[in-house]
């Protein structure tokens, strides 16, 4: 059964350095997302992505994020100089056309 | 205040009791979405609704859009349906609700 695939399962990294969070999305599907959960708090929609950008983002997704879709594959999800307060898991979703969303495993990170 | 509120927020069953989960929003939407966030963290779409209802073995799934209020059901629960169960909403972007943490006792 496809599905998405998100690497690293986990990151550390320290403040102020840059990361970048991988994923794969079902090969088909054309509608992609990022969101983000504190540990303790519920979920939070970051960014979609569609047709090659960015279609909705919320508050949170600021200066400091940025995605891209480099090699029609991949879906990334980079944060610059990262703070303590990114410290979540991040998950990947893809749709194909809006309706049911598949969800990766997330990638937790960490920033010490 | 929450654009998507659950309840309960915390839920613990006998095994093989019927379990009714609630979400309530306040905007509107084109569609709702049942989640379930499994204990390492991993999260499965169990339904998506825009109206009506939906069964998928013993889940059920309501939406009344008039209400802005859905239901999700399990019947004869089973301690592998442990999971926090998450609401979210689709207005373009997606709302989550806090989620209910179900605990089902063999």
């Known amino acids: 059964e496809p599905e998405v695939t998100q690497t690293p399962s986990h990151q550390v990294t320290q403040m102020g350095q840059e990361v970048i969070l991988r994923c794969v999305p079902i090969s088909n599907h054309l509608y992609f997302y990022w969101y983000r959960q504190i540990l303790g708090q519920k979920v939070e929609f970051l960014v979609s992505?569609?047709?090659?950008?960015?279609?909705?983002k919320s508050e949170i997704f600021d200066d400091q994020f940025s995605v891209e879709r480099p090699d029609g594959s991949n879906f990334t999800l980079k944060i610059r100089s990262t703070k303590l307060e990114d410290s979540a898991m991040y998950f990947c979703a893809s749709s194909l056309d809006r309706t049911e969303a598949f969800f990766g495993q997330g990638t937790r990170l960490t920033v010490v | 205040k929450n654009e998507v509120e659950q309840s309960p927020q915390n839920l613990t069953a006998q095994e093989g009791e019927f379990i009714t989960i609630n979400c309530s929003y306040s905007?509107?939407?084109?569609?709702l979405h049942w989640l379930q966030q499994h204990p390492g963290g991993g999260i499965v779409s169990l339904f998506m609704l825009s109206s009506g209802k939906k069964k998928h073995g013993r889940l059920i799934a309501t939406i009344n859009i008039q209400e802005k209020h859905s239901s999700l059901h399990i019947t004869a629960s089973h301690p592998r349906d442990s999971a926090v169960y998450i609401c979210?909403?689709?207005?373009?972007?997606?709302?989550f609700g806090a989620g209910t943490r179900l605990t089902v006792k063999p």
């Open positions: 992505f569609y047709n090659n950008e960015i279609s909705e």
């Open positions: 905007v509107g939407i084109s569609a």
């Open positions: 979210a909403v689709d207005n373009n972007d997606m709302r």
